[in-house]
């Protein structure tokens, strides 16, 4: 059963057996139904083992699920059990949080059987098999010492051969697109099963018995991943024979609905992020106004907007870092983030939690993604949170690279931190691992996530980091235009049929994006399908609940309360989170 979680959340297994408080007493309904809850996660561990180990829980590490009709058959039997088990109890007999809980609980599971049986990604994703990425989780863990955890590794790659070849007669009719990155992701897992773990077998306490299993049982992985990727290159590849990526209407706004769990379908999202696109380019031409003679001393302004707009940001993006130094810039600005938000008090932040910026692993790349952050699962807490930055590639031009790196200039490059680290995803999910309620962590909504990294930065610069210049804001507005573009693109290439030149096009003129980053977003926009549209979607409505609140409440509202009562949800979907925050004498619980 391959659940759709996100590797980068963060959890607490607290929420199993304690009762959801709602203000009032708990029901024996409620009792009855957290006793469930702790039963669900514990079976789901079990039908599913990469997904608790992505979680922190290891009791299953040394399992290995083979994705052949069998396990589907196995996985259907499970949904249709616990939906079947939800179905006894009643909405109205629960506490409003658990209400919430049984409400994510059904979305995720008939979302699951969906995914298998209407999108069926496991017939044309052949990305979705690779044994690199949860062996090399495994091997850089520090939840048992080396000798258990190379025993586990040992155990779960002697069935490689099984897996690679449920997964070569599982792909049928793949997209192009996604054959060409499963063969960069697993050649990028080869690099797993090499000297890393070569040199962390002969470091171990194993007997030499077991080395030489082991040994001989990295060797045969070696050659299954091998086989897959000759499969791919030989057998897929030349034939032509692709799916296009695109999902079209009815596919993609079912997607939407269970997978952003928003008040909004997809087409109203659609249509808001068109509006707010309009609202930016008038923001960012009156800045850019203002900027022009300061950078263009005794220059006539473009009449014309765009213009306008794009010669000034033209000259801020020529500050940027040095090709070789991209990810030590990063490193040096977290402890800035740490300060401010400390010194404007936005929230309490926990110094105990580390977050570690490091060079992306090679078989994590290739998605598009320049950044991204893993936590730890809820069983492994005090873990390291990776803050993972994608180095330029050494085959790119110096052109490729200065085009890179002016989109991630000085300005861009703070903003990137603040969503990825402070105060975004790395705070957000230090937060979701203290919710009491499992289920609303675990069953984490991306629109959540992806929204309130994208808030942050909007609030960090509303009280005052980057001094309120008329810069700062200028590729700020930039940024969100991005965000705001995601959605726009997501929806016309998916629906709408949009080619790649109408889609650089759009991104260069009317988001003033770098080619390098335009191209990549197609490429990110072709190998998925919604999540673009997650981080408008939660903005929009983590920003709007905010000004409802401070609306309401009026001088009794407080900005590091409404934060972190916020955050204290876990990362359940935001209209849910705004039931709770506005009901009457509510719980922070």
């Not at 759709?4 to 709602?22: E, I, M, N, V, W």
Request: aromatic share 10%; charged share 25%.
């Amino acid at each position: 059963m391959k659940l759709r979680y996100l590797p980068l959340l963060a959890l607490t297994l607290a929420g199993c057996s304690q009762a959801d408080k709602s203000g009032t007493a708990a029901t024996d309904s409620d009792a009855r139904f957290d006793a469930f809850k702790g039963q669900f996660i514990e079976a789901l561990w079990r039908q599913n083992p990469d997904y608790a180990s992505s979680q922190g829980y290891h009791r299953y590490d040394s399992l290995l699920v083979i994705p052949n009709a069998a396990q589907r058959q196995s996985d259907d039997a499970f949904t249709r059990k616990y939906l079947a088990a939800l179905g006894t109890f009643g909405p109205d007999s629960l506490s409003p949080n658990n209400q919430i809980d049984l409400r994510l609980l059904r979305n995720e599971l008939r979302a699951e059987r969906w995914y298998a049986d209407t999108l069926k990604t496991w017939q044309w994703n052949p990305a979705g098999y690779n044994l690199g990425a949860s062996v090399g989780d495994l091997l850089a863990g520090r939840h048992f010492r080396l000798d258990r955890r190379l025993r586990n590794i040992s155990d779960k790659i002697s069935h490689a051969a099984d897996f690679y070849a449920a997964a070569k007669a599982n792909i049928s009719n793949p997209t192009r697109e996604h054959t060409e990155l499963a063969i960069k992701q697993n050649a990028g897992g080869l690099t797993v099963f090499s000297s890393a773990l070569a040199d962390s077998v002969r470091k171990s306490g194993l007997s030499e018995a077991e080395k030489k299993t082991i040994t001989d049982r990295i060797m045969a992985t070696r050659a299954a991943v091998q086989g897959y990727l000759d499969f791919l290159k030989s057998d897929v590849l030349p034939k032509g024979k692709f799916r296009s990526f695109r999902i079209g209407r009815e596919l993609f706004d079912q997607k939407f609905a269970y997978d952003i769990q928003s008040h909004f379908t997809a087409t109203e999202i659609y249509q808001q992020a068109l509006t707010h696109k309009a609202e930016l380019l008038h923001d960012m031409g009156r800045r850019a106004a203002r900027l022009y003679p300061k950078y263009f001393s005794g220059q006539k302004a473009p009449a014309d907007t765009l213009a306008l707009i794009t010669a000034v940001v033209n000259q801020l993006t020529l500050k940027h870092a040095p090709r070789d130094g991209f990810v030590d810039a990063v490193k040096r600005q977290i402890p800035t983030l740490v300060a401010f938000v400390n010194d404007k008090k936005l929230l309490t932040q926990d110094p105990s939690k580390p977050l570690v910026v490091r060079e992306t692993p090679l078989y994590m790349r290739g998605s598009g993604a320049g950044a991204s952050v893993s936590a730890p699962g809820p069983y492994d807490k005090g873990a390291n949170t990776y803050y993972n930055v994608e180095p330029l590639p050494t085959e790119w031009t110096p052109a490729q690279a200065e085009s890179y790196l002016r989109e991630y200039n000085d300005y861009t490059l703070q903003i990137l931190n603040i969503h990825e680290a402070i105060p975004g995803h790395y705070t957000q999910l230090v937060y979701a691992n203290r919710s009491p309620s499992l289920v609303k962590s675990i069953f984490g909504n991306g629109a959540m996530i992806e929204g309130w990294a994208v808030y942050s930065e909007r609030m960090m610069l509303e009280n005052g980091y980057g001094n309120n210049s008329d810069e700062m804001w200028l590729l700020w507005d930039k940024w969100n235009m991005r965000v705001t573009l995601n959605t726009v693109i997501d929806h016309a290439i998916q629906v709408d049929n949009m080619s790649e030149n109408d889609v650089v096009t759009l991104l260069r003129r009317d988001g003033f994006q770098e080619e390098a980053e335009a191209r990549g977003k197609w490429l990110r926009a072709t190998l998925s399908q919604v999540q673009l549209s997650s981080y408008f979607t939660g903005y929009t409505e983590i920003y709007a609940l905010r000004e409802e609140l401070k609306r309401e409440r009026g001088k009794e509202f407080d900005l590091k309360n409404f934060h972190e009562q916020f955050l204290s949800y876990g990362s359940a979907p935001v209209k849910y989170i705004r039931e709770l925050m506005l009901r009457p004498n509510q719980s922070n619980q």
